[in-house]
């Protein structure tokens, strides 16, 4: 059999893309991956997947000299020769790989990064592959509101033969703005989860004494709105400790201005300090309430990791949590008022029968529809058309 072609153009350092790309490792696929943007390194699960000579699929970087310092030659290449004018490095590099290569698929994963570079090229570069695009979080839905977005969206959703996203919500809003392929399955982009034993031997959520926010502002993340909150929630509930993870400088700045008597309940993990993926599954697991607050998101992988985990989940109706919840997850979705989320949070830290049984009815979601297994299986139709 013929060995599948596939260029996937992406984030070099984001784990969802490594996670993507790590279901296929038992198939007879020749991965192409070109970086959409810069990059400060290629994550480490990608590295794993370039350097495995065990699997069947085959990974390589294109257009990335020296893995381990990819990053730096990356903007050696592609950024820095835009100080002296030179711009569209990256394009140019795209047009001369395409034009040198033929591939099955062309998969855009994100909108902004790899759609946006895609939609620059000379429409005959792609007439003999089939081009996917994947909506990541806020791609569209954020996105479609400002003019000159609307433009690239509406283009690269002309070229693309196949998207995918996850959230029906971003289906019908590519239908809208034009998109007339063949859609693919809803599911996170960033593949499933190993289900196997979940919640075994794990402490009760009613049990646990930590309380996990996500930390992210800037212009889609509102963690200040739990971060304002902790002084009245900890004067409540005074046993509980914080984790803010993926704290971004201004929400470091709101935290650092908290009393020290609170500050000493918190622990930090800045954006650019990640803790490898398994360790911070094993927070979820550690953690009483998950709260993820923002202005626009997709699904939320940080969501869909509190369900997995036992970790009852609020976030704000801004998400796509909501789908999860229609479909029996056990949640709270609010908006993004004050009062609405104190009164979420006071709610699942006093009522120890909530957070046990969502734990138990969100265990049997994922299991039905989370796992690995599942979603790999959808995932496989992406190359088989």
């Known amino acids: ?38 990059f400060r390194r290629t994550h480490s ?75 620059d090229l000379n429409s005959d570069l792609l007439k003999f592959s089939k081009v996917i695009l994947t909506n990541w979080g806020s791609d569209i839905f954020y996105f479609k509101s400002f003019t000159n977005h609307l433009v690239k969206i509406k283009e690269i959703l002309k070229i693309a033969d196949y998207y995918s996203a996850e959230c029906l919500r971003d289906y019908s809003l590519a ?13 996170p982009n960033a593949g499933g989860f190993d289900v196997t ?16 926010i996500k930390g992210y502002g800037g212009r889609f993340g509102r963690a200040d709105l739990p971060i304002s909150l902790i002084p009245l929630i900890s004067e409540r509930y005074p046993r509980y400790t914080y984790l803010i993870y993926s704290v971004t ?22 954006v650019t300090r990640a803790l490898p993926q398994k360790e911070m599954l094993n927070q979820f697991k550690a953690s ?35 789908e999860w919840v229609q479909k029996g997850a056990s949640a709270s979705i609010v908006r993004l008022v004050p009062a609405e989320l104190q009164a979420a949070i006071e709610n699942s830290l ?16 994922a299991e039905r529809e989370l796992s690995s297994q599942v979603i790999k299986r959808q995932a496989l139709t992406y190359y088989s058309a």
């Open 249 to 270: 400088p201004d929400i470091l700045a709101l935290i650092k201005e908290l009393p020290k008597e609170i500050k000493r309940k918190i622990r930090i993990l800045k």
């Open 1 to 38: 059999m013929t060995r599948k072609k596939v260029l996937v153009i992406g984030m070099l350092d984001s784990i969802h893309l490594a996670r993507w790309l790590e279901q296929f490792t038992n198939e007879d696929i020749d991965f192409t991956i070109f970086p959409s943007k810069r």
């Open 350 to 365: 006093s009522d120890d029968q909530l957070v046990d049984q969502a734990a138990i009815k969100n265990r049997l979601l």
């Open 45 to 119: 699960k990608l590295k794993s997947l370039l350097t495995d000579s065990q699997i069947s699929a085959r990974y390589k970087l294109a257009s990335v000299k020296f893995v381990q310092f990819s990053g730096y030659f990356d903007y050696l290449e592609n950024e820095f020769p835009g100080l002296f004018g030179l711009h569209n490095t990256r394009s140019r590099k795209l047009t001369k790989l395409l034009t040198c290569n033929k591939f099955n698929y062309i998969h855009a994963i994100e909108i902004q990064g790899a759609g946006y570079l895609l939609s």
């Open 175 to 187: 239908r809208e703005l034009g998109f007339s392929g063949i859609e693919l399955p809803c599911i």
């Open 288 to 322: 009483r309430i998950y709260i993820g607050c923002s202005e626009s998101d997709g699904i939320s992988t940080s969501f869909l990791e509190a369900l997995v985990n036992g970790a009852y989940a609020i976030q704000t109706g801004t998400s796509c949590a909501n």
């Open 197 to 212: 034993g979940l919640l075994d031997g794990n402490t009760p959520p009613s049990s646990r004494s930590q309380i996990l």
